[in-house]
Structures are given as structure tokens and as C-alpha cells.
């Protein structure tokens, strides 16, 4: 491989590169700007557009294959474990999660879910 430097050919090439992929997140809190988590709270994660304000407890979430993507016993991560969940059930659109580690859960954050130790 030979690496040219500007001087030699008169150009620079920039390169950018996706190392993420696609990105899970979460919608807003109705206005909140946060949300206090306690641990073993219940909340549901929903692909489902609310048209009025969200239930209480509720998370809308951006991707509308998850619910088919995730399955029971799956953690779910916010912000690379700002905050987790474990998956107790799918009802439809709608994932039932159980708060394993509690903080504040902030609006757009990043949601990952591992299966088995490894990122899904």
C-alpha cells in the first residue's frame, strides 16, 4: 500500500465510516426533560404513536421491529447502562420491562438489548 500525502497529487480524500449500524432510541418524555427510574419499577417500551400523552410509564421507541426483535429475558440497555432492564413480556406492540438499574432516563437516549451476554 502506498500512502500519498496532499503534496503528491494535489488532493486530500476524507473517509467516514458507520461503526454503530443502526441506532434504537427512545422517544420523548412527554415534555419531561427527564424521568426518575426506580429499581423494579415496571415500564412498557412501545412502538405505538400516542396521539394524546403518553401513559405513565410508557417509553415510545423509534424502530417498529422491536417488539418482534426483542424476547423475554433480554436486557435492555439505556445509554450504554445509564439505565437497564430485563424483558418480562411482549404483549403485541408493546415489550414489558422491569427496571434492574435505576438513574435518570433521558429523552432521545440509546437503547441496546443484549441476549445471552452478547449485543443483539
Same mark, same amino acid.
Given at each position: *500500500?502506498?500512502i =500519498?500525502?496532499?503534496?503528491?497529487?494535489?488532493? /486530500?480524500?476524507?473517509?467516514? *465510516?458507520?461503526?454503530?449500524?443502526? $441506532? &434504537?432510541?427512545?422517544?420523548?418524555?412527554?415534555? +419531561?426533560?427527564? +424521568?426518575?427510574i426506580?429499581?423494579?419499577e415496571i415500564? &412498557?417500551?412501545?412502538?405505538?404513536a400516542?396521539?394524546?400523552?403518553? !401513559? $405513565?410509564c410508557?417509553?415510545? &421507541?423509534?424502530?417498529d421491529?422491536? +417488539?418482534e426483535? /426483542?424476547?423475554v429475558?433480554?436486557?435492555? %440497555?439505556?445509554d450504554?447502562g *445509564?439505565?437497564?432492564?430485563?424483558?418480562?413480556?411482549?404483549i403485541g406492540?408493546?415489550v414489558k =420491562?422491569? =427496571?434492574?438499574?435505576?438513574?435518570?432516563?433521558? !429523552?432521545? +437516549?440509546? %437503547?441496546?438489548?443484549?441476549?445471552?451476554?452478547? %449485543?443483539?
Open positions: *500500500m502506498t =500519498c500525502t496532499p503534496e503528491d497529487k494535489g488532493f /486530500v480524500v476524507a473517509i467516514m *465510516m458507520d461503526t454503530e449500524g443502526s $441506532e &434504537i432510541h427512545i422517544g420523548e418524555l412527554g415534555g +419531561a426533560p427527564s +424521568a426518575k426506580e429499581d423494579g415500564w &412498557i417500551f412501545s412502538v405505538q400516542f396521539d394524546s400523552p403518553r !401513559p $405513565e410508557t417509553i415510545n &421507541i423509534n424502530y421491529g422491536f +417488539a426483535d /426483542v424476547k429475558g433480554d436486557k435492555l %440497555l439505556v450504554s *445509564m439505565v437497564r432492564f430485563d424483558v418480562i413480556e411482549k406492540p408493546d =420491562c422491569r =427496571c434492574t438499574d435505576p438513574e435518570l432516563l433521558l !429523552p432521545r +437516549a440509546n %437503547l441496546t438489548f443484549w441476549r445471552d451476554g452478547s %449485543l443483539v
